[in-house]
């Protein structure tokens, strides 16, 4: 089974508050950083560096209110499977 690594931007609050990356689904947490744009360089080349090793790579940036504002993808997005034409199943 590939495993897809989507990595998200977010804001917490608090005493160790700040911008961080996480894994979703898993328990990997990176920062905090200071800005949200030092959190996205750092997650984003996480997601690259995924892509060669599993398949698929993503970046997902939300803003402090937790909308997202950005999403990049690395490699190839099993979400958009490519489509068998007519021709090409026979």
Do not use: C, H
Request: hydrophobic content about 35%; proline content about 4%; charged content about 25%.
């Amino acid at each position: 089974m590939r495993e897809d690594r989507i990595y998200q931007v977010s804001f917490e609050s608090g005493t160790t508050g700040g911008w961080f990356v996480k894994v979703i689904g898993g328990r990997k947490v990176l920062g905090p950083y200071e800005t949200s744009d030092e959190a996205s360089d750092r997650g984003d080349e996480k997601a690259r560096a995924s892509a060669p090793a599993s398949g698929f790579g993503r970046l997902v940036v939300l803003d402090a209110a937790g909308g997202q504002v950005a999403a990049r993808a690395y490699g190839s997005d099993p979400r958009n499977p490519a489509k068998v034409t007519a021709t090409d199943a026979s």
